[in-house]
């Protein structure tokens, strides 16, 4: 029996590359933000980068801990953003507060950025299209312009589909043993 432990990475990857896809499908105006959104930001955006970030602690991947329970719990907060104020809990945050909160994990986002640098491409493209898109939705807050908006759906579509990418990438090139796909 084998001690070698599974890779989470892709895990993580897909449940934040689909989730961001499909949320920007609905930014970009294709449809509304509705139960599938919600659910795949709590299950597989958040639940499931949560547990990939917990099992890249127990590989001692700090990089892996760090982005996906951070974005595991980004996606669950996002919910919660929205729910909270349907249940009457609180009040929706207004749109400076909303930038705030954006714009901060923009800066967290490029801040891992940076530590890509010293990892791969594949992360760099994530990383890179994510610091823009944080930044864009952020700026989002205050410009009433659907054209923006599509903009910026489109973006996080490609943002999430590079996430997809390397994700396959990893199983793909771990199943054949070979780089299938360069990462």
Known sequence: MSNQLANPAPL?????????????????????????IL??????GGLAQVIAGIMEYRNG????????TSYGLFWLSLVGLL???????????????MA???SMWGFFTAWMFVATLRIGPG?????????????????????????????TGV?????????VYVAIGNVWNE???RKVLPL
């Open 12 to 36: 993580g990857l897909m449940g934040f590359g689909m989730t961001t896809v499909l949320l920007n499908l609905h930014n970009a105006g294709l449809f509304p933000l509705g139960s599938m």
């Open 39 to 44: 659910a795949m930001g709590i299950f597989y």
């Open 61 to 68: 991947n700090t990089f892996g801990t760090t982005a996906f």
């Open 83 to 97: 729910v909270i104020p349907e249940l009457g809990w609180a009040e929706a945050p207004d749109p400076a507060a």
């Open 100 to 102: 705030a909160y954006l």
């Open 123 to 151: 992360l760099q493209v994530i990383f890179f299209t994510l610091t823009v898109l944080f930044f864009l939705l952020a700026a989002g807050e205050f410009i009433e312009s659907s054209a923006f908006h599509t903009l």
């Open 155 to 163: 973006e996080g579509v490609i943002c999430g589909f590079s996430a």
């Open 175 to 177: 199943i054949y043993g």
